[in-house]
């Protein structure tokens, strides 16, 4: 048995998760009734994804802010400038993607159970809400903006502490992050489980019926990670930007992909930081920052499933009601992680704009939760991927800038 577990950890993580996917695959198709306890391992991941990603931000964001000393300067402006164009340019390159190339939607049931929000305020309401939001529940909720704003302040209010209780949360941050890595090796078993759930539930025909609108929303995925997130790049350093883009979409991007949690690849884009010689003062709150709020992938989303909604019930969209679509698309993305369902349960927001029935955008949900198997770990692949790369782009453009100077 030791013999075996040396043999199996001895294969690369996404080897063995490409593994753990085929027998998924292969369970849900030969012998579903016999196998059902595959589904198990899923729903174990996914609970433990849950149970440490929140505990995770709060003590790494923590640890970070406290470490800074009051002299260090970080680029935190720069990288937060990066995070709000690639969201917005991400609805933007939605809304032209959807008129380029229009879908329309077999819609059906299954989202009568969530509840989205009724208007713009209301957004902004709960984000609000959410900011201020008891620290313990906003553990026990996962609410990561709440987590966020409690880690900051705490860290800015104990970096005066003695150093013996800043060592302490840096074991406990240290030790969190350990768990993740954990968790993460078991990814192989939770993944084969949730593949297996997602084909004996719906069939690859689900997958397969709305092909069209799955191409579309990860092609132009694709398109920002490798076309316009490049060329952004491109504008900051001023040199080839794809030998970095290829490098955190290889370890950053898969493993988001495969744990579908940009919370619980924290660790993953912290040891990228750091092998890619990164200032550790500034990506070591940048990456947590970036898990809350750089969501350009659900930018996409919002706007790509709205577009589709509009065409299926022949919307006419005029051109400002489509800039409009996209500011609002990116807004709601930057705030999804404060707002219960994620990007999926802000489309009825967007589809208000549109003058889209309720019941008709709750349809859309459910279709977005039937491709979610694909659509949602791209969008976490591009979330994750990007939060290194502009953390990256931002240093090196500093980096250039002082060279320059001096």
Not at 3 to 30: C, D, H, M, P, Q
Not at 32 to 38: C, N, S
Not at 80 to 95: E, F, K, R, S
């Amino acid at each position: 048995m030791k013999n075996i577990i040396v043999k199996w950890t001895e294969i690369s993580l996404v080897g063995r998760i490409l593994a753990g996917i085929i027998i998924g695959v292969l369970f849900a198709v030969t012998i579903p009734d016999y196998t059902q306890w595959v589904a198990l391992f899923g729903s174990l991941f996914v609970s433990a994804l849950k149970a440490v990603a929140p505990i995770l931000v709060l003590f790494l964001v923590m640890h970070a802010v406290s470490n800074h000393g009051s002299g260090k300067k970080t680029n935190m402006k720069s990288i937060l400038g990066l995070y709000i164009i690639a969201t917005l340019t991400a609805g933007v390159v939605g809304v032209i993607a959807s008129f380029l190339f229009p879908v329309t939607l077999t819609l059906t049931e299954g989202a009568s159970d969530v509840a989205p929000p009724s208007g713009i305020l209301e957004v902004f309401q709960t984000l609000l809400f959410n900011v201020v939001d008891n620290p313990v529940n906003a553990l026990l909720n996962a609410n990561y903006l709440g987590i966020l704003i409690w880690a900051l302040l705490l860290g800015f209010l104990l970096r005066k502490a003695a150093d013996t209780t800043k060592t302490a949360i840096a074991n406990i941050s240290e030790a969190i992050t350990t768990l993740v890595k954990w968790v993460i090796e078991l990814a192989p078993f939770g993944i084969m489980g949730l593949v297996f759930t997602a084909i004996s539930t719906n069939g690859i025909q689900a997958l397969a019926e709305y092909g069209q609108l799955l191409i579309l929303l990860l092609g132009s995925i694709f398109f920002v990670a490798f076309i316009v997130n490049p060329l952004i790049a491109f504008i900051y350093i001023r040199k080839n930007p794809y030998p970095l883009v290829w490098r955190t979409v290889k370890e950053s991007g898969l493993t988001a992909f495969f744990t579908r949690s940009s919370a619980a690849n924290i660790p993953v884009n912290l040891n990228l930081c750091k092998k890619l010689g990164l200032d550790e003062d500034t990506y070591s709150v940048s990456i947590p920052l970036g898990a809350t709020i750089n969501m350009a992938g659900a930018a996409l989303t919002i706007s790509v499933l709205t577009l589709a909604a509009a065409n299926t019930l022949d919307v006419q969209v005029d051109i400002w009601t489509a800039i409009i679509l996209m500011v609002v698309s990116a807004v709601s993305a930057a705030g999804a992680s404060g707002v219960a369902g994620g990007s999926l349960l802000l489309i009825p927001l967007a589809c208000s704009l549109l003058g889209i029935p309720s019941d008709i955008a709750m349809q859309v949900i459910g279709v977005g939760f039937v491709i979610s198997v694909l659509q949602d770990s791209t969008e976490t692949a591009l979330n994750s991927s990007s939060d290194v790369l502009f953390t990256a782009v931002a240093d090196i453009a500093k980096k250039r800038k002082d060279a320059k100077v001096n």
